[in-house]
């Protein structure tokens, strides 16, 4: 192997992240995908690698469901590289249940925990609504209500307060990401909680936090500087 073709894998790798970077995986193939994901134990020849698991088992889901030695035997990949695709349905499905079996979320540690493993895969900025009881219990699963680019989403109060209604939350969270920036929010962070917070409050409906998760970092903006916004809540400890 020459080092011609070592460069034309490193590089085939770098345009997959920064596509993957820019526009989320939805923007991926299957074929970008698994190539991709191999790219990281195989230094070369993972388009080809790809190219032969996919017609083996015809998905990228088939493939990750499909035993280690199966998967070394019809796409010529190391164990090593098995091992790495069967740990994505198992990592995908420890996240559903973390999510499905969070308790009571009283507590601006626990929503930071909450919203850090919701927006954990993002690539893009995403805005989510959470409806709970007065007692903190989920009321349904959290909504992404808004998608964006890596460096913005766009929603409205509206849409906010449409949730809240068809749920028929008494309380709710909020909670955006900026995948690649800091957690503190921006100004137009702070005058967009300010609108959603007064627009609910005639509704009789309560904003508990606003938590915003970066990418090292999250925020809860009631207990870090911005809780006059906020209506009083009993029971949300910091």
Known sequence: MDKLQKDNYTALKKKLREKYDKNGISALSEREILTLIISYSEPVFADIFADKLLSAFGSLNAVCSAAPEKLTSAGGISQSTAALLKLIPVLASVSAEKL???????????????????????????????AVTDKFSAVEQPRIIAEGTSVAVSCSVADIVSYALDSGAVRIFIAH??????????????????????ALKKLGIS????????????????????????P???GYDS
């Open 100 to 130: 499905d079996n969070t308790s009571d979320i009283n507590s601006p540690h626990l929503a930071k925990q909450f919203f850090t493993m919701l927006f954990s895969n993002s690539a893009r900025e995403k805005f989510a609504v959470y």
């Open 177 to 198: 990401c900026h995948p690649y920036g800091d957690s503190t929010p921006s100004s137009d962070d702070v005058h967009f909680t300010m609108e959603i917070v007064s």
């Open 207 to 230: 904003v508990i936090d606003h938590i915003i998760t970066g990418q090292n970092s999250a925020f809860s903006m009631r207990t870090q500087g911005y809780g006059n916004i906020f």
């Open 232 to 234: 009083e809540i009993a």
